[in-house]
């Protein structure tokens, strides 16, 4: 049997306070707001309770943030993608901010196992003044229990409609791309990190961006294996690749509270799901 399950978020200014309005069909489900940073910004953590998908489920998320509004949303564990008999797995979100708006959006990665079907997509729509720093993270196969990626594919799509587009597949048969120098040389979790803006950075704030986090990855193990760059005037991407996802994820967890002090002069801010 297939799930097709949808959440639908909407986060409001009210008084001071960014308020969380949500529906939903199916196994798909928002955990209570939470306030650590104060009534400015709120903490959501979205849990899907199968705690994976198979040939012929569905996740569809919406994510709206009003105008003022600021929230964060993140995830109890990983995405998992298992072995399909056929029939493609499907993942969509759609980011939507107002002016003035901000998000972080910041699930946790999503595991390939080997023999999935799967599509991740990702759409975010940025009026003018919004920004997002957010994350999609990836890995192939579970080396740990010694279970690599020998088949299977995924599709990837990440855009910003007229700004912004990656689309890429990753297909367990081309070694040419999993292994070889300028694909993913061997590596098993690709990752990105990007800070997105509904109007074009100025040259200043553009340079603080990539300066901040290029010190940060120059000092982190997987020096080698990041890079920060500035593909438009609205967006800043690190990208890394790494053999499993803690490294990855340690890193970019450093780079979006190094974005988050020199960018939004706000502290350092670990959801408490994170450490559960």
């Known amino acids: 049997m297939s799930w097709h399950a949808q959440l639908s978020i909407q ?3 009210e008084s001071g306070k960014t308020l969380a309005r949500h529906t939903h069909t199916g196994p798909l489900r928002v955990l209570q707001s939470l306030y650590p940073e104060g009534d400015a910004v709120c903490h959501n953590v979205l849990v899907h309770p199968p ?12 994510v709206e943030v009003q105008a003022g509004a600021h929230s964060l949303v993140t995830t ?17 979100t759609r980011l ?7 998000l972080e959006w910041l699930p946790l990665e999503a595991l390939c196992y080997s023999g999935c079907l799967a599509e991740n997509r990702l759409t975010m729509d ?4 919004a920004e997002l720093m957010g994350w999609d993270v990836t890995a192939f196969g579970l080396p740990h229990a010694d279970q690599p990626f020998v088949q299977g594919r995924l599709q990837q799509h990440i855009e910003v409609p007229g700004v912004w587009l990656e689309r890429g597949a990753i297909d367990a048969s081309d070694s040419r791309l999993l292994n070889g120098p300028t694909g993913m040389a061997g590596q098993r979790c690709m ?3 990007f800070f997105v803006t509904g109007s074009p950075l100025t040259r200043q704030r553009r340079e603080l961006a990539l300066d901040s986090v290029r010190e940060v990855i120059a ?15 609205q967006v800043v991407v690190v990208r890394v690749i790494a053999p499993v996802v803690e490294p990855a994820m340690d890193l970019l967890r450093t780079l979006r509270n190094t974005w988050r002090a020199a960018l939004w002069n706000m502290a350092a801010s670990h959801p408490r799901i994170w450490a559960m």
Do not use: C, M, W
Not at 78 to 87: L, N, Q
Not at 219 to 233: E, V, Y
């Open 191 to 193: 990752a990105s990190l």
């Open 76 to 92: 109890p564990g990983a995405t998992r993608f298992y072995r399909s008999e056929g029939a493609p797995a499907l993942q969509r």
């Open 219 to 233: 000092q982190h193990p997987l020096a080698s294996l990041a890079g920060a760059t500035n593909p438009h005037a």
């Open 126 to 129: 940025l009026s003018p003044g």
């Open 51 to 62: 705690g994976g998908l198979v040939g012929g489920d569905a996740l569809d998320i919406a």
């Open 96 to 102: 939507t901010l107002e002016a003035k708006a901000r």
């Open 11 to 13: 986060y409001a200014l």
